[in-house]
């Protein structure tokens, strides 16, 4: 498993995964892009803890980044610093500063000729005369 991991992100766990839900399940080239063009505040740590897992790839396992996948992005929540705002007469009102945790897990891409020569050749032949039927 090639990971990387990003502790104590001061923003909120629910903006970050807004973000991580578009990059999960994505080519890794894909997912670098995306981040890149991504007008959101997590993408660019975003970009960075996958240009680490990457690297780590590259460094650790031999791996280059054509052929890997994001198979896990998890977010999630870190420490809440608790501060108080000041109100009227004399209350105050909690505001909750969250935190985030963000876990990246890279995978090698499964090459689809492996899965097709593992199914029956059968069930392939029927797949293919059902899709050009559709056409």
């Given at each position: 498993m090639i990971t990387a991991s990003l502790k104590n992100y001061r923003q909120s766990?629910?903006?970050?995964?807004?973000?991580?839900?578009?990059?999960?399940?994505?080519?890794?080239e894909n997912a670098l892009n995306t981040l890149n063009f991504l007008s959101k505040k997590a993408a660019?740590?975003?970009?960075?803890?996958?240009?680490?897992?990457?690297?780590?790839?590259?460094?650790?396992?031999?791996?280059?980044?054509?052929?890997?996948?994001?198979?896990?992005?998890?977010?999630?929540?870190?420490?809440?610093?608790?501060?108080r705002m000041p109100r009227a007469r004399g209350n105050s009102y909690p505001i909750n500063k969250r935190m985030s945790h963000v876990l990246i897990v890279l995978a090698p891409r499964a090459e689809k000729a492996a899965k097709a020569e593992k199914a029956p050749e059968k069930l392939v032949e029927k797949k293919v005369k059902t899709v050009k039927a559709k056409k």
């Open positions: 766990p629910r903006k970050v995964r807004s973000v991580a839900n578009l990059v999960r399940g994505k080519s890794v660019d740590p975003l970009h960075g803890l996958l240009m680490s897992a990457i690297a780590n790839a590259k460094n650790n396992f031999k791996i280059e980044k054509e052929n890997l996948v994001v198979k896990e992005l998890r977010v999630d929540a870190g420490q809440v610093l608790k501060r």
